[in-house]
């Protein structure tokens, strides 16, 4: 064995993590300087064993967890309000990009022919389905209290 790899098992013998192989106690035997190394570190590991354990400051659990749980919701915010932003960009990319080939292909002529026989048809649906409306807006309704007791639970849970 050499020197170098008894120092990498010096430390565990020392702390009692490792019980030393024949192989390391013959290199103790021979290498003065390995064997005046574990001495050391067994004398380190007992002044720090005999040592008292400092208490933790009151609190200190839920402040750590307080100040992580704080790092974790701005990172998500960040998250959020960036892809928030990109999402907004890209938006607008596409309307302006649909609006220049519009405007360049002379389709805005013939889309403002097609919007006027479409709301003409959306006027006629409209009336359609008015009788409903009431029924429609309870249950859309429903769905945004449904939607909002989810958000409620899901971010309660969290904390």
Known sequence: ????AAAD???????GELAADAELSAHLA???ACAQSLEEARQ?????RARPAPSAPSQFTSRVVARLHRATWRREQIIDAVFNTLMIAAALTV?????IALQRSGLS?????ALDIFSSGMLTA???VAPALPLYAGATGLIVVALGLWW???DSAAL
Not at 1 to 4: H, Q, V
Not at 95 to 99: D, K
């Open 1 to 4: 064995m050499t020197c170098d």
């Open 9 to 15: 098992l010096i430390e565990p013998v020392a702390a």
């Open 109 to 113: 002529l013939v889309s403002r022919d």
């Open 126 to 128: 409209a009336q359609k």
């Open 152 to 154: 409620w639970a899901s």
């Open 95 to 99: 309307a302006a990009g649909l609006w």
């Open 30 to 32: 021979v290498c003065p």
């Open 44 to 48: 380190i590991d007992g002044l720090l």
